[in-house]
């Protein structure tokens, strides 16, 4: 039962990961959202059920992506209202995507749901309160606080402290009161600050000095191994020193087959595997 669950979740997540990988400046987004949302679970007394269940979903949320356009997806500039419509249709295709897989019970509704908001006003069905899926509500408020938190083409990323008071500000309103305050609570106490800003355990996430954070580093790089900007195709050279990582520029520039989105394996077996060990073994 887990080891076919793990082959279905290895499909989503690869095609999570590619789908991701067409925005240069959404570098380990998926990964953060699953992070936070498994911190917030496991502070919040969840099952070990919820605690699989959002980590999975967190890091599928966005699945529903691959029907947006790349000029929409990637667009330099902030969104236009028309632009904004197409966007949100998202969440109901991810949800859409999954009709009949194996795991749709587990994972469709936190999909679909995760941009309604706890007072109605969301989407796509404008839920409200309790009748958002619990998963969902968690995913929610760490997606939230990721894009707030994550630059953008047109701007730069928040402030930690601004972002939390604007989730303050939404208590009740757009986030579920509980998890939003967890998430506050573990941001202000430093619980947050290995998952803020990294693409992996360890890994902060690299710049091009250029276009931005638009550099994928894997945690399995090592001293020496050539990364490059998915904008530009500027070549960096990965240095680690005590415990530390960086990019530094070589001068170079890689050939256009580096823009091609590679998934990371090895990132994607390591949350699954950590995922399914919170659900029973039968």
Known sequence: MRAQMEQELIGLFTMAAMI???????????WRVSRYSRLIAENSVQSEAVIAQVSIAGFLHD????GISDAV???????IESEYEIVKEHAAVGARLLAGHPLADMLAGVIRHHHEHFDGSGYPDGLAGLDIPLAARIVSVCDAFDAMTSARPWRRAMP???ALEIIEAGYGQQFDQDFAERLVRLARSGSLSHILGHSDLGVPVQ??????????VFRTHVQGDKVYC????????VE?????LR???TGSKGRPSVAVPEPDAELISRLILDALGHLPAA
């Open 230 to 237: 998915r904008s530009c195709a500027n070549e960096f050279m």
């Open 240 to 244: 680690r020193q005590a415990g530390a």
């Open 63 to 66: 699945l529903g992506k691959i």
């Open 160 to 162: 930690l402290e601004k």
């Open 247 to 249: 990019i530094v520029a």
């Open 73 to 79: 997806l990637t667009r330099p500039e902030r969104l």
């Open 20 to 30: 991701e990988a067409r925005d240069p400046f959404t570098v380990g987004h998926a």
């Open 207 to 216: 710049e091009c000095p250029g276009c931005g954070p638009c550099v994928t």
